[in-house]
C-alpha cells in the first residue's frame, strides 16, 4: 500500500421524507407525537472520510455528496470525480464495499484511466469495518432523528449541518476509524 496516499473509506446511504422514528424526552403524561406526511422521497448520500497514511497530523478529511434518487455507476463516477478534485492530484487508496455499481464493467473501466486511484474492496458483509457507517449512525441519530419534513430541501439542510458538526469536531472521525478496530499508520522500516 502505499504510504505517501490517502486511504479514503467511501460508502453510501439513503435517507426519505419518512421521519428517523428516536427516543426523545417529553412532559409526564404527554405522549409526543410525530405528525408527518406519508411521503416516500428518497434522496442518495455518498460521504468518504480520508486519512493519511504517512501524517496523520494532517487530519482526516470528509467529502460529502447528497443526490435525489439512487446512485448508479454513472453517478458514483461523477462522485469520483469530485473526490479527485478535492484531493487535488494526490494518491487515493479507496476502499468500498462490493456493491454493483462500485465494480461494474464501466466503473472498472473509469478507474484503469486514473493514476491517482486505487481501488480496494472491504469484505463482504462486514459494514463494521467501514468508519463511514458511523458517519451515517451519527448523522441518522442527532439531525435526522424525527426530523418530520416536507421536502427533501429539508432533510438535505440537517444533513448539511450534521456534515458541519462533523466537520468541526476533528476528533469524530478518528474515533470512527477507531471504533471499526483498523489503524492506519505508516509502516515500522525494517532494521
Known amino acids: ?3 505517501r496516499a490517502w486511504i479514503v473509506f467511501l460508502d453510501e446511504s439513503g435517507v426519505s421524507l419518512l421521519p428517523q422514528v428516536r427516543r426523545t424526552y417529553a412532559p409526564r403524561g404527554r405522549t409526543p407525537l410525530l405528525r408527518h406526511r406519508l411521503n416516500w422521497k428518497r434522496a442518495s448520500m455518498a460521504g468518504a472520510l480520508g486519512y493519511h497514511a504517512a501524517d496523520p497530523d494532517r487530519g482526516p478529511r470528509l467529502c460529502f455528496h447528497l443526490k435525489p434518487g439512487s446512485y448508479d455507476t454513472t453517478a458514483l ?6 473526490l479527485k478534485l478535492f484531493y487535488r492530484g494526490e494518491r487515493v487508496v479507496l476502499v468500498w464495499d462490493g ?11 473509469w478507474v484503469a484511466e486514473q493514476d491517482w486511484l ?9 459494514p463494521e469495518l467501514n468508519p463511514v457507517e458511523l458517519l451515517w449512525s451519527s448523522l441518522k441519530k442527532r439531525e435526522l432523528a424525527n426530523l418530520a419534513g416536507d421536502h427533501l430541501a429539508d432533510v438535505a439542510d440537517a444533513t448539511e449541518q450534521g456534515i458541519h458538526r462533523i466537520n468541526r469536531n476533528p476528533q469524530l472521525p478518528w474515533s470512527f476509524l477507531a471504533h471499526t478496530g483498523l ?8 532494521n
Open 1 to 3: 500500500m502505499n504510504t
Open 183 to 190: 489503524t492506519i499508520h505508516p509502516p515500522t522500516p525494517p
Open 118 to 126: 486505487t481501488l480496494e474492496r472491504l469484505p463482504a458483509y462486514a
Open 77 to 82: 463516477i461523477k462522485v469520483l470525480e469530485q
Open 99 to 109: 456493491l454493483s455499481a462500485h465494480w461494474s464493467r464501466a466503473m472498472r473501466a
